[in-house]
């Protein structure tokens, strides 16, 4: 179907392409107008859905800086879907680009692309086998925990990787178990005096491997408990820079419906991560994870997350950094043609070496009109502030910008 824009972060602060993954179809904010579904391409065995979106606007705050420059720019982004044919096995792949240009700052300008890959494969009556790959380039937003505040450009990295598992179901019982591989490696980054800044410290490969154990409880709402472990090996970083670490964690929770119009995944758990480098501080607390969708009316769907999560820090001197997240989003759709949605989210980062603190606040309104099948319109007005506390490791700002989009499916 045609989609405009939503779900992928520009760091421009704009997003673009995409309906809303939401686990009900047919809902408000994933409903399609009759007639109005994409039609693939077919070529020998599989199906091909090309499309490409452009959104131009206005940006008030380039740099994510106290000091806000703006800018115009412009943004294109081409993706081509491609699944297999089958019923018994299934197999998609998605490649991407993203291309950004603006008016004045050209060192905004950038490029991200990326090649993901899924397959499901039946190997009996109740065994499967799952795999996905990943290779991807990829920016970071200005002012991210990895932004050093005098770069000369926005921080760039390459992503590559994959996951295997196994599920089995046994009657009412479905077991899981898998493991996978990621490296992730950064550019090296100019500075505004001429500088470069080596970004070695940061490039990590890591293994994993995970255990689920789910039980269907009635049809509608499984129960289950997982335990997960990984080691992260810093490859190119100086001995008194890397971050090799072992971690984990155990999780309990359930998933499905509640209700007859909710539906949840709520989970909670330990996790720990310890450090080789004793100057970095090693982290053991409760983990949670929360996603629920209530869809009140035909026309309206309410969605609710919440999570912790412990991820790796872009400052040489701080390893990890603790994030609690809470969004929630409201899509409304008048007609199928028409769709709207109202998105908020505040989130806080504990930088666990250093005193900082970082507390984020996003708020964004959207509007999505399909014209047919092959041409969808959208539009989108955002606002970010972040308020820093402790060692600036991170810009303090506000943001407002706003643009229009086009998104043709031939």
Avoid: C
């Avoid at 693939?40 to 705050?61: H, K, M, T």
């Avoid at 680009?97 to 109740?126: H, I, K, P, Q, V």
């Avoid at 920016?139 to 760039?156: F, K, L, N, T, Y």
């Avoid at 996978?180 to 500075?191: A, C, E, F, H």
């Amino acid at each position: 179907m045609p989609v405009g824009l939503h779900a992928q972060s520009l760091g421009a602060g704009w997003a673009l392409d995409g309906t809303p993954s939401l686990d009900r179809p047919g809902v408000a904010g994933n409903r399609i107008e009759p007639g109005f579904e994409t039609t693939p391409l077919q070529v020998g065995p599989f199906r091909l859905e090309p499309r490409i979106s452009a959104i131009g606007g206005y940006d008030g705050n380039v740099f994510n800086e106290p000091d806000a420059r703006r800018d115009a720019a412009l943004v294109v982004a081409p993706r081509l879907d491609v699944a297999l044919d089958d019923p018994r096995h299934r197999v998609n792949l998605v490649l991407s680009g993203r291309l950004r240009r603006f008016a004045r700052t050209g060192t905004e300008n950038s490029d991200a692309y990326g090649a993901r890959g899924n397959g499901r494969f039946a190997l009996g009556t109740n065994v499967q086998f799952g795999v996905t790959l990943e290779a991807t380039r990829q920016i970071e937003p200005r002012s991210s925990s990895g932004a050093a505040i005098d770069a000369r450009e926005p921080v760039s990295y390459r992503r590559l990787g994959g996951d295997a598992a196994l599920q089995f179901e046994l009657g009412r019982l479905r077991l899981s178990a898998g493991a996978g591989v990621r490296r992730v490696s950064y550019t090296d980054l100019d500075l505004r005096d001429g500088n470069t800044r080596d970004q070695s410290f940061r490039d990590t490969r890591a293994l994993s491997a995970d255990l689920r154990i789910a039980y269907d409880l009635s049809g509608f709402l499984s129960a289950f408990v997982q335990g997960r472990g990984d080691t992260r090996h810093s490859f190119r970083a100086a001995p008194d820079q890397a971050r090799d670490s072992r971690g984990g964690a155990i999780t309990a929770g359930i998933k499905g419906e509640i209700a007859p119009l909710v539906s949840v995944e709520a989970s909670a758990g330990y996790q720990v991560r310890d450090y080789d480098n004793p100057d970095f501080r090693d982290f053991q607390g409760v983990g949670f994870k929360l996603e629920g969708e209530w869809y009140a009316t035909p026309l309206l769907t309410m969605q609710l997350r919440a999570e912790r999560r412990f991820r790796n820090s872009g400052n040489r001197d701080v390893a990890g950094i603790l994030e609690d997240t809470l969004t929630a989003t409201v899509f409304y759709d008048p007609t199928r043609r028409l769709r709207l949605s109202l998105a908020g989210e505040v989130a806080r980062d504990n930088y666990r070496d250093v005193s900082t603190r970082a507390r984020r606040v996003r708020a964004d309104v959207q509007i999505q009109y399909r014209i047919n099948r092959h041409v969808a319109l959208a539009g989108q007005i955002y606002w970010r502030d972040q308020h820093v506390s402790g060692a600036p490791l991170v810009n303090a700002f506000t943001a407002f910008g706003a643009g229009l989009g086009l998104t043709i499916t031939p």
